[in-house]
C-alpha cells in the first residue's frame, strides 16, 4: 500500500540554524501539507500546496518558513532560523486530487528538537 | 472559527467490551468529519471519513462513527474492544467551504485492558 514517508525521523539543532524537512508524498497526489504537533498538544496545520504554489498558511507559517517541490517526488519544509519553539513533531501529507472529500494520508513525522 | 472538542483525554475499556470515543465539532458550513488513530512512534492513520449521506460510517478495524448534526458531533465506536486497539485517537474536520485545512480535536487515549 502506497504511504507517505519523511526524512529524517528525527533532528536536532541548534537554535538559529536552518534545517529542512523532507517528504515524499503519495506518487500520484497532487495536493500537499505540512502540519505540526507540539509535544502533548494538538496537531496543528501549517500549510498546503497545489500546483507549485501555497493555497493555504497558518499564522503560524511566518516568514522562517518555507516549502518546496524541487522535483517530482520530493516536498520540504525548511525553517530558516529555528527557535527554541519550533521543537515538534512535524507531519507531511497529501491527498488525492478530485475534491474535498478526499483524505488526507499522514507521513510517520519528523521530531525537531531546537536546543 | 473551526473547532473540533474531544472531551475525554482518556477512555478505559475492557477487551470484548464496546467502546466509545467522543468528538464534537463547530463549523460554518457543511462539515467533513474525520477520524485518525496514532499509535506509538508511528503518524496518523485515516479510519474513516463522514462527508454526506448515511448517518453510520464503517471505516477500518471495524470502527464505525455516527454523525449526529442535531448535537454537532460524531462519536467514535467499535462494538469489541482489541488490546491493539489501544492507541492515541484524533477527531478532525474540515468546512466544506474555502479551506482544504483539517482542525484537529486534542486527541483521546484509549486504553484497553485484557
Known amino acids: ?115 | 472559527a473551526q473547532s473540533v472538542a474531544q472531551p475525554e483525554d482518556q477512555v478505559n475499556v475492557a477487551e470484548g467490551n464496546p467502546l466509545t470515543v467522543k468528538c464534537t465539532y463547530s463549523v460554518s458550513g457543511n462539515p467533513y468529519l474525520f477520524w485518525y488513530v496514532q499509535y506509538p512512534n508511528r503518524g496518523l492513520q485515516f479510519l474513516l471519513k463522514y462527508i454526506t449521506g448515511d448517518n453510520l460510517v464503517k471505516g477500518s478495524y471495524g470502527f464505525e462513527a455516527e454523525f449526529n448534526k442535531s448535537q454537532t458531533s460524531f462519536h467514535l465506536k467499535k462494538p469489541s474492544a482489541l488490546v491493539s486497539d489501544s492507541a492515541l485517537y484524533f477527531c478532525a474536520v474540515r468546512d466544506s467551504i474555502n479551506t482544504d485545512k483539517l482542525i484537529f480535536g486534542t486527541g483521546t487515549r484509549l486504553q484497553v485492558f485484557p
Not at chain 1, 539543532?13 to 523532507?22: D, S
Not at chain 1, 505540526?36 to 500546496?49: A, H, M, T, Y
Not at chain 1, 507531519?91 to 494520508?105: D, H, N, V
Request: hydrophobic share 30%; with cysteine; glycine share 6%.
Open chain 1, 1 to 115: 500500500e502506497p504511504e507517505v514517508t519523511q526524512t529524517p525521523s528525527h533532528q536536532v539543532t541548534q537554535m538559529g540554524q536552518e534545517v529542512i524537512l523532507r517528504c515524499v508524498p503519495i506518487s500520484n497526489h497532487l495536493y500537499f501539507y505540512w502540519y505540526r504537533q507540539i509535544l502533548g498538544q494538538k496537531v496543528e496545520f501549517l500549510v498546503s500546496f497545489y500546483n507549485n504554489e501555497i493555497s493555504e498558511k497558518s499564522e503560524i507559517f511566518d516568514d522562517q518558513f518555507s516549502v518546496e517541490r524541487p522535483d517530482g517526488s520530493n516536498f520540504t519544509l525548511k525553517i530558516r532560523s529555528t527557535k527554541l519553539e519550533d521543537s515538534a513533531m512535524y507531519f507531511c501529507a497529501s491527498r488525492a486530487s478530485g475534491g474535498l472529500i478526499y483524505e488526507q494520508y499522514f507521513g510517520p513525522g519528523t521530531r525537531l528538537t531546537v536546543t
